[in-house]
């Protein structure tokens, strides 16, 4: 179980800075008018799709099995659930998904789309948001405790 959350934890620190990447590859190619390329941008905003999905999986297999997930949940119910419980119980996982389903989204429209500029404004603002998203429901208190 420890070698679970320390991956995830570690793991997160990759993704976001790989997303962060891809994000800002995005906003540099869409503002700057840049040709979309196979070997550079493509490969970046696929790489933080990628990642962000092994993140989610290994996020799954922590919440169904970690005393912090499903079971603190089936334990203390909703209602009894603290502010810091709550937020890794059920706002962790769920904006999380939330963030994974539109960097999704963002990679689906963007393999539709044939000019540059479109290619590029797609990635940023889906996985935009999604990074958003995500740097909101991070366990802040974990990280630097």
Same mark, same amino acid.
């Given at each position: 179980? +420890?070698?679970?959350? *320390? /991956? ?7 993704? /976001?800075? &790989?997303?962060?990447?891809? &994000?800002? *590859? ?15 941008? %493509? ?24 005393? *912090? ?6 334990? /203390?119910?909703?209602?009894?659930? =603290?502010? #810091?419980?709550?937020?890794?119980? &059920? +706002?962790? #996982?769920?904006? =999380?998904?939330?963030? %994974? ?13 044939? +000019?540059? +500029? ?10 935009? /948001?999604?990074? %958003?998203?995500? %740097?909101?429901?991070? #366990? ?6």
């Amino acid at each position: 179980m +420890e070698i679970i959350k *320390n /991956l995830h934890s570690y793991l997160a620190y990759v993704v /976001l800075a &790989v997303l962060v990447i891809a &994000v800002v *590859n995005a906003i540099a190619g869409w503002l700057g008018k840049k040709d979309f390329t196979l070997q550079k941008d %493509l490969r970046i905003s696929l790489f933080a799709l990628i990642l962000s999905h092994i993140q989610l999986l290994v996020g799954l297999l922590l919440f169904f099995t970690s005393a *912090n997930g499903l079971k603190a949940i089936q334990t /203390l119910g909703m209602g009894g659930l =603290n502010a #810091p419980a709550r937020l890794l119980a &059920v +706002e962790h #996982p769920f904006i =999380n998904i939330i963030a %994974l389903v539109l960097i999704t989204i963002g990679w689906s429209r963007h393999k539709k789309l044939m +000019e540059s +500029e479109r290619k590029f404004k797609t990635i940023t603002i889906f996985y935009g /948001l999604g990074l %958003l998203l995500i %740097l909101s429901r991070i #366990p802040w208190a974990q990280w630097f405790a």
